[in-house]
């Protein structure tokens, strides 16, 4: 790559981005939306999952143990989500659009702790310091929105948080991952790669190769652009290579999947409508009746790509992938709504409630490497996202799943449940926390003193809306059914985020 025409053409994007706001705006935000919220959730404590937070940090505060932290179980679940929603009465419409907060919830032997801390962006402080929304959203207009330089200035960092050689990052799907202290969860500011790849997009969801190495993309079409940029980090946190995926027509994508010898991209067709007063995602329309297109790119050859192509699939999240028998399969979370797919939980952020069916399936994509051929399969099993696996996996064969879901009966239109899925053995083992308990994804931990793949726990936040708090549960992640091993519960409730990541103690 010339890395001077590189940044030439990423800050030429940029431009691009900053000098069309109207990429940014989407349904108008008044002065009344906090108050017409806040009267909702009075009538109905759901909606404390998308309540704005209003300080900028929590804690440190011990939680309440229920039941017995187990043996070996040690280290700190860090996690992240929107959670910063109204400034002077103006509330977002768009999920997305919330200012990132960092979690940290620390286990001990006999004790929980729990921190959380506003990431501390260019965009959050500016606009703490206004006391307002100074800058273009995602999903929601800005009255006399500023103008913007580049990516950053309007970076989130509220998706997702991963570990780099001890560095603790927040993620957001456009613009550069912030770095912030592991422990006070202090925001020490935004990571450069490389000098000419500054403020690049580092998507949220990297994926961690066995040496400790992560593989991550950054979509150039939402600078104005098109194509893919391909990272690859070391375990010692600095750039190994970098590369640009050209893209021949625009294609959405949330997350990407990893078999041991490939990455594997699938682009959900999309156009963008015209018209002043649309946001991205307002103006995003994905066009269902083409296929979908999918790369598959060699890790050891990123510039040689094999293209496949599917019926349309609406999907941010992959679970397993493997290659068997000339074969990739990769599973995946398929939306059936594409409103929903397009704005998530939007009733939800209005105070108003949408309906109780969640339209999702865990399925398979089939890429046949030799006929060049690309089919979906159903499993069967609906309702669920968020899925996670252990990646001790076998190389060749489906893991075990594990992922939140929602069981009747269920107060809210939201997950209430956790549920451990072996297709290869058709088995589900299921939790149901409770009519009232909103659940969010449980992430495997591996039993250091065991070396079984799928030895090990599950940890998953949770709220609990009828009580006013959240907490966080430790499972047995081979016997899910059986229910927590233990929970720990604060004095208070937070809002609902989006991922996590597990720093185990040595």
Known sequence: MNRRHFLRDVMAAGAAFALAPGLLRAEVAQATDSERFARALAKQPWLAGWKSVD???????????????????????????PAWFERAGFRYRHWFDGDGMLHAWRFGERSVEHRARMVGTSKFSREQQAGRFLLPAAGTTIADAIPIRNNDDVNTANTAVIRVDGRLLALWEGGSAYELEPDTLSTLGPVSWRDDLVAAPFSAHPLVERDGSLWNFGSLDLLGGSGLLLWHIGADGKLIRSATLPTSSPGYLHSFAMTERHLVF???????????GAAFFERLHFESAQPCRIAVVPKDALDAPRWFEVEFGAVYHY?????????????????????????????????????DVLETELVSLHLDLARGRARW??????????????????????ARLFAPLRTEPASAPYFNAVAAIDLQRERRSVHRYGSDILVEEHVFVP????????????????????????????LDAEHVGDGPLAQAWLPYAMPLGFHGTFAARA
């Not at 900028?56 to 992240?80: D, S, V």
Request: no cysteine.
């Open 55 to 81: 300080r900028a940090a929590f804690g440190p505060m011990q939680a309440t143990i229920e039941g017995r932290l187990p043996k070996g179980f040690a280290g700190t679940l860090y996690r992240n989500g």
């Open 266 to 276: 699938l682009l959900m067709p999309y156009r963008l409508t015209q018209g002043q």
């Open 319 to 355: 679970a397993d992938a493997y290659e068997r028998n000339g074969e990739i399969v990769v599973g995946a979370a398929r939306h059936g709504d594409l409103a929903e797919m397009r704005s998530p939980m939007a009733a939800a952020m209005r105070g108003e409630r949408r309906s």
């Open 377 to 398: 399969q159903g499993s069967g099993v609906r309702g669920i996202e968020f899925p996670t696996f252990d990646r001790r996996h076998d190389i060749a064969a489906p």
């Open 447 to 474: 039993n250091p003193a065991g070396g079984r793949v799928g030895e090990g726990w599950l940890v998953g936040t949770l709220l609990d809306t009828r009580r006013g708090r959240s907490g966080i549960a430790v």
